[in-house]
């Protein structure tokens, strides 16, 4: 693997999170693409091929996959100004099923479908707006 990629001009990355030549963003994607049940277990017959596979993973993680740091709506929700409507709806929702059943929720509140104004991946504890939590950037 390592004599392909160089073969190929990718300088391969064995860094870790915070480190300045790390790319989170890019190492959280390729975690994603692995994990998906569709990931191809053989190498692709061509390359029409692999650029089918991408750009089928690419519609789907902006069209139908849930980041859960974007409070469970899609990229392209977000991007396209909708999630609000989403998210309002949600708590609406939720506002109607602790009314309806009180005693399920007892003092607890609703979830909170606030969208945050900045997403983190791996933050920097100390300075982090997210204190000890760490979000993935979507």
């Not at 692999?50 to 789907?60: D, E, L, P, Y």
């Not at 996959?65 to 708590?91: C, M, N, W, Y």
């Not at 104004?117 to 939590?133: C, F, H, I, R, Y």
């Amino acid at each position: 693997m390592l004599a392909t990629l160089q073969r190929l001009g990718v300088i391969p990355s064995f860094s870790r999170p915070r480190v300045s030549d790390d790319n989170p963003y890019s190492e959280s994607l390729f975690r994603t693409m692995k994990y998906r049940p569709d990931y191809p277990s053989k190498p692709f017959k061509t390359l029409i091929d692999a650029r089918s596979w991408a750009n089928s993973f690419v519609s789907w993680y902006n069209y139908k996959h849930k980041h859960s740091s974007l409070k469970f709506v899609t990229p392209a929700q977000r991007h396209l100004g909708v999630s609000d409507a989403i998210l309002e709806a949600r708590r609406l929702k939720m506002r109607q099923a602790k009314a309806r059943h009180p005693e399920r929720w007892g003092s607890r509140k609703t979830r909170d479908w606030t969208l945050p104004a900045e997403v983190w991946l791996n933050p920097d504890k100390k300075t982090s707006p997210l204190g000890n939590k760490t979000a993935i950037a979507a």
